[in-house]
């Protein structure tokens, strides 16, 4: 089974600055099946990147991913108010498993 | 608009069967390029894949939670179905149904959550 690492688990910013936030599989993982989802409290999860950088409909252009293998990013180019939530990146495994990671919490400093 | 809507009981005595529906509305789940899942958060915690379904029946669940976990479907109510057996304090949380692109990590349509409480 595939474990995913986020960190940090906390990141404390202010609007208009960037955020990098960093996902570590402890195996290698395809970069077509690593995905980024954003929740806000008392919200579902809403889907934002997939494929490691693709955006998924209506996403900002703020919003990208990269990485391959193991390590993955989503930076999120100048925050915006509504852009403080959780964030969560997630793999479909080889078994048709889904896994996510532990979440990033993106708070206003 | 494709639309996701959980329903069920939101409290459940300890050892009992928690059981949840999910209704499609916008969509049929009978397409091939889907499959149906079921995911859940403990509150203040993060999110747990539990499983999910194809149209034709075949199931892929949680390693973890196999044992106790059955879901099906029923295409003519457009409908897909949780449950979990024998459960405890710790299957408290809310569980949302998504959809799942096929053979791929893309869930891109959940429907609001529901919280199913697990106590006497």
């Known amino acids: 089974e595939i474990v995913l690492t986020q960190s940090p688990g906390t990141l404390s910013l202010s609007p208009g600055e960037r955020a990098t936030l960093s996902c570590r599989a402890s195996q290698s993982v395809s970069s077509s099946y690593l995905a980024w989802y954003q929740q806000k409290p008392g919200q579902a999860p809403r889907l934002l990147i997939y494929g490691a950088s693709s955006r998924a409909t209506g996403i900002p252009d703020r919003f990208s991913g990269s990485g391959s293998g193991t390590d993955f990013t989503l930076t999120i180019s100048r925050l915006e108010p509504e852009d403080f939530a959780v964030y969560y990146c997630q793999q479909y495994g080889s078994s048709r498993e889904l896994t996510f990671g532990g979440g990033t919490k993106v708070e206003i400093k | 608009q494709l639309q996701l809507q959980e329903s069920g009981p939101g409290l459940v005595k300890p050892s009992e069967t928690l059981s949840l529906t999910c209704t499609v509305s916008g969509g049929s789940i009978s397409s091939s390029s889907y499959y149906w899942g079921w995911i859940r958060q403990p509150p203040g915690k993060g999110l747990e894949w539990i499983g999910s379904?194809?149209?034709?029946?075949?199931?892929y669940y949680n390693p973890s939670l196999k044992s106790r976990v059955t879901i099906s479907v029923d295409t003519s109510k457009n409908q897909f179905s949780l449950k979990l057996s024998s459960v405890t304090a710790a299957d408290t949380a809310v569980y949302y149904c998504?959809?799942?692109?096929?053979?791929?990590?893309?869930?891109?349509?959940w429907g609001q959550g529901t919280l199913v409480t697990v106590s006497s």
């Open positions: 998504a959809r799942q692109v096929k053979y791929s990590s893309k869930l891109d349509y």
């Open positions: 379904i194809y149209y034709s029946g075949s199931t």
